[in-house]
């Protein structure tokens, strides 16, 4: 018996109507983990260079961890990975919801769709039952309402449904993925691959069970990590991950009016505690979380009145500090338009605050009769709609801002700030320099999540990595390295489908990750081997970008991190010294001057068969 895993993957086909399932190759399963790892190694198989990300023939897979649908504490992570049409390289959103688990207890560890319906559908899958079904009535609806009417279809309020809004139906190429309680796949545009296949909607509600090979010790290993990350994430519980809004524009990390300026005097205003106090209705936790980060908040009243989800922190810096923008309601409002229409408030962030640069330096005129002026609430509620529903302006920043930089011209290009096309986090580079590296060679573009050093500058450290104390976060030595090490165990914590939240803001020893895979599967797994699957997973995403077209040359930040620092705050008169960190994480990795991983170092993680493709002459 296979303890862990589902044992199947299914692929169903939208040109044909195809629907298989195929037996989990569990080589490549204990080699990957599950989740990213597995999805990594079907995408580099099936897409190659000349997929147009937006055809039929890319191909959008949502795959689980071998932590999901066990008891384990926040095991609920489903990855979504696809080639993207946002940047065209390697593209992965991770969220929380009851989805993967019930995807897993229908005997599927993950599920595959490729190929484009003539018509719009939704996919419902109830165990071995799996059907496409007619989805015209739902195409226009938010997601929001897509859920809603997609559950009374099928007679069934407990069904776990995953949408696209409008944007993904239009093609928004920042458009996103959210699941019924409004998590969100935001990133890198995986909705609008849904919406090139005519696939709004797939529901799913299993009711199998996944086995473990020693439940005993998986009780206690649970019973320790509660424990441990109860007490460490009482500020997360209180006041949810915007708590951290005000701490860091006190330490020059929130990122100011398009990162032009190092100080937000109206921060208090936005942070989570004034979330708590003015707007919270309550917790909004995911299914097996004991932290409950989320937040469910209300505005009862006017312009901005909402009920819904609340914005988490990358949101409230985004459509808040980031456009200069200090009212809470709009923020929260701005929030619940982007999740109905379906558009990755990050993004979104990024693209409205480079709109308000460029029409404040005279390249923006036609704005869509929208004041775009630094601080004006109005305008971002009002651009997250038309960029959601890819009308007027929005239509153009809907495109990321590297293709708007582009049409606009006249020299916008400076004020897009993205790393290969992806819009950059509300994480400082300039105050954390390890994320200048982490940015700059992640393998979706810029991204947090993808490699978060900045945890050793900030004093959230892991006994089993090499550092033992916090490094001042202004210095350039060893930000290669710790990049390197950071990126290569996120590749592995997210395999296995846990939330990054539990283990680092929770402060679990590292070390209880391994032996919850062991009481699992029945696998023992040493720290050095799950640090290994983590690089043998980045070195296959980074093979794929190459054979996308990325070098070296890719690898770098927007200039105004690189020229420009700002003149107050914590981090006044700071620049990124990128190239001296980039030679060591290059080292590091034994990545070749193209930016190629070196043959033999692919050959030692097992990868033989991707270095015999990306350097066949």
């Known amino acids: 018996m296979v303890h862990g895993y589902a044992g199947k993957i299914l692929w169903v086909n939208l040109s044909s109507g195809e629907v298989k399932k195929q037996s989990l190759d569990m ?30 023939e890319n191909i959008i897979i949502f795959m689980t961890g071998a932590f999901v649908g066990t008891n384990i504490p926040c095991g609920i992570k489903t990855t979504v990975v696809s080639k993207s049409p946002l940047t065209g390289i390697y593209g992965e959103s991770i969220f929380s919801a009851p989805f993967g688990v019930d995807l897993k207890q229908s005997g599927c560890d993950g599920l595959i769709v490729e190929g484009r319906a003539e018509n719009p559908v939704y996919i419902w899958i109830h165990n071995d039952h799996v059907e496409v079904k007619s ?109 951290g809004l005000i701490v860091f524009e006190q330490n020059g990390n929130l990122p100011i009016r398009n990162w032009t300026r190092g100080s937000f005097p109206e921060a208090e205003n936005i942070t989570g505690s004034t979330m708590t106090q003015k707007i919270l209705v309550g917790p909004n936790p995911c299914k097996t979380c004991p932290i409950a980060c989320g937040r469910k908040v209300k505005v009862p009243s006017g312009p901005y009145a909402m009920e819904g989800s609340g914005p988490e922190y990358e949101t409230m810096a985004a459509l808040g500090s980031l ?28 693209a409205i605050a480079f709109a308000m640069e460029c029409y404040e330096k005279g390249i923006l005129q036609d704005t869509s009769g929208v004041d775009l002026t630094w601080g004006n609430p109005d305008a971002v509620v009002k651009m997250c709609e038309l960029i959601g529903r890819k009308e007027g302006l929005g239509a153009v920043l809907g495109e990321g801002v590297r293709r708007a930089s582009q049409v606009i011209g006249k020299g916008s290009e400076k004020y897009a700030i993205h790393v290969k096309g ?12 390890s994320m200048a590296v982490a940015y700059a060679t992640s393998n979706v573009g810029a991204n947090h999540n993808r490699g978060s050093p900045m945890l050793v500058e900030r004093n959230l450290l892991s006994p089993e990595l090499p550092w033992k ?46 032996e919850y895979y062991g009481a699992v599967t029945g696998k023992t797994l040493t720290f050095e081997e799950f640090m290994r699957i983590g690089e043998r997973i980045w070195n296959l995403q980074r093979a794929f970008n190459n054979r996308m ?65 990306i350097h066949r002459k």
């Open 469 to 514: 104390e916090p490094v001042d976060g202004f210095l350039t030595k060893d930000k290669g390295r710790m990049a390197k090490v950071y990126q290569d165990l996120c590749c592995a914590v997210d395999s296995l489908g846990i939330c990054k939240f539990m283990v680092f803001w929770g402060k679990l020893p590292l070390r209880i990750l391994t």
């Open 422 to 433: 992806l819009e950059f986090p509300e994480h400082n580079p300039r105050k954390f320099k």
């Open 135 to 243: 989805a015209r009535s739902l195409w226009g609806m938010d997601t929001f309402e897509t859920v809603d009417a997609v559950r009374e279809e099928l007679h069934d309020r407990s069904i776990s449904v995953i949408a696209i809004g409008p944007a993904g139906e239009k093609l928004v190429k920042i458009a996103s993925i959210i699941s019924d309680d409004s998590r969100a796949a935001g990133r890198c545009g995986l909705g609008a691959v849904m919406g090139s296949k005519n696939l709004k909607a797939i529901a799913c509600k299993g009711t199998g069970k996944i086995t473990v090979s020693n439940p005993e010790r998986l009780d206690e290993l649970r019973r320790e990590a509660l424990n441990i990350a109860i007490p460490n994430t009482k500020t997360l519980r209180e006041h949810g991950t915007a708590a």
């Open 549 to 613: 077209g990325i070098t070296r040359k890719d690898d770098t930040l927007p200039e105004r991190f690189l020229k420009e620092s700002v003149n107050e705050g914590p981090a006044k008169g700071q620049i990124v010294e990128l190239d001296v960190m980039l030679d060591e994480y290059y080292r590091e990795r034994r990545l070749d001057e193209d930016g190629k991983p070196d043959g033999g170092k692919l050959r030692e993680l097992g990868l033989g068969w991707v270095a015999d493709i």
């Open 323 to 350: 456009c200069y923008n200090s009212n809470l309601e709009s923020i929260a409002k701005a929030n619940d338009i982007c999740n109905r229409l379906g558009i990755d408030t990050i993004s979104t962030g990024q």
């Open 27 to 56: 080589e490549l399963a204990y080699n990957f983990l599950g989740g990213e790892g597995i999805a990594s190694n079907i995408l580099f198989r099936k897409v190659g260079p000349e997929t147009d990300p937006l055809g039929p």
